[in-house]
């Protein structure tokens, strides 16, 4: 294999929001992947209808080319969310398997389950993959046990967590002494997260904790959310940021008190690792992968989604509780250096590319 990995990753443009892209450059600045040499294929890319779907044809003519050069990596990754990213996918997969290369797909999205459920045809495809890639990749243990099933017995399944960089949230920021105690939310503004269900509790915690202030970054229904804070007469405690990342997403979570996602539908959020790298204490719902961020009455607290009651009372009690607030964001902290930092995660990765090799051989 030489002195590099040599990795063809297909998956969306470096450039796309979303998780995928957000795990993929996140590995890249790892110094395990030193060891790496990725070529990258992007499947999509943003803008119009049209622009996409030009973006889509040119991703995958400039894929078939490079396989017909001869282009022979020591194994294909490929991201594979739900709907039409799958499908996407799916051909990227069948014409990787012909080259003879093992093919590692990894699956993303907060609704895969439901897509496999939607229709006998999405089922058939699924299992079709799954039992004849080199090892399927899920993000936490509920879907594990799915996957297992769908693969069959000749499939091989492993949980890879995402990463979280944990240097870029050192050294934590001192809290001024006077400034507002922050609840902040990162993700996009919609029904999905519950972005309009922390907003509904604002109402009541301000009743209590009246300096409170809360923090919205993300794109999406941002606009519906100023109208809703408005309507509710909180809108001089709520700031709807938009789309933050970069510096201005890391000073969100180092200026926070406390992270909230109640989300409805989700994989394994990497916000809420973030959060926990920045020692901030969470409240998010028992779905998909986050118990198996979330540890409950430890490093934060779960909420069944939709209930507003019990997320603004979580908030009151965190907000109420410095010492609370502070042991909780230490543990967090320690949680996320065990088993979801950038670097063992991507020591873990390297080793089932390298498994998926041997196993081919």
Not at 3 to 28: E, N, Q, S, Y
Not at 174 to 192: F, N, S, Y
Not at 286 to 303: L, R, S
Request: proline share 5%; aromatic share 8%.
């Amino acid at each position: 294999m030489g002195d590099l990995l040599r990795v063809g990753m297909i998956g969306p443009g470096l450039d796309v929001p979303g998780g995928m892209t957000a795990v993929h450059r996140t590995w890249l600045r790892s110094a395990a992947f030193g060891a790496v040499d990725v070529e990258y294929f992007e499947s999509m890319g943003t803008g119009t209808f049209i622009e996409k779907l030009g973006k889509n044809i040119l991703g995958q003519s400039r894929f078939v080319a490079r396989l017909a050069q001869g282009y022979r990596p020591d194994v294909f990754h490929i991201h594979v969310a739900d709907r039409r990213s799958f499908y996407r996918k799916l051909a990227y997969f069948e014409e990787a398997m012909l080259t003879g290369v093992p093919v590692v797909v990894h699956i993303h999205g907060a609704v895969f389950e439901a897509f496999f459920d939607a229709h006998p045809a999405n089922a058939a495809a699924v299992r079709h993959m799954f039992s004849r890639a080199a090892a399927v990749l899920v993000l936490h243990q509920k879907i594990y046990e799915k996957s297992v099933n769908w693969a069959g017995e000749q499939g091989c399944v492993e949980i890879l967590y995402n990463p979280a960089e944990l240097a870029i949230f050192d050294p934590p920021r001192p809290k001024e002494k006077d400034a507002p105690l922050t609840i902040l939310m990162m993700g996009e503004i919609g029904e999905r997260k519950g972005a309009f269900d922390l907003l509904a509790a604002i109402p009541t915690v301000l009743e209590t904790v009246p300096t409170a202030r809360f923090r919205f970054a993300g794109n999406g229904e941002t606009d519906k959310l100023s109208a809703m804070a408005k309507d509710l007469g909180v809108l001089d405690s709520v700031d709807v940021m938009g789309w933050t990342a970069g510096a201005d997403k890391i000073d969100a979570f180092q200026s926070a008190d406390i992270y909230c996602l109640p989300s409805y539908a989700e994989n394994l959020p990497v916000s809420v690792l973030e959060a926990m790298a920045a020692r901030l204490p969470v409240v998010g719902t028992p779905i998909a992968g986050t118990p198996e961020e979330i540890i409950e009455g430890e490093t934060g607290f779960m909420i069944q989604p939709g209930d507003i009651d019990a997320i603004a009372s979580r908030l009151i009690t965190l907000l109420e509780d410095e010492a609370m607030r502070v042991s909780m964001g230490l543990a967090g902290r320690a949680r996320v250096e065990q088993y979801f930092d950038n670097e063992v995660v991507c020591t873990r990765l390297i080793g089932l590319w390298q498994a998926a090799i041997e196993a081919k051989h």
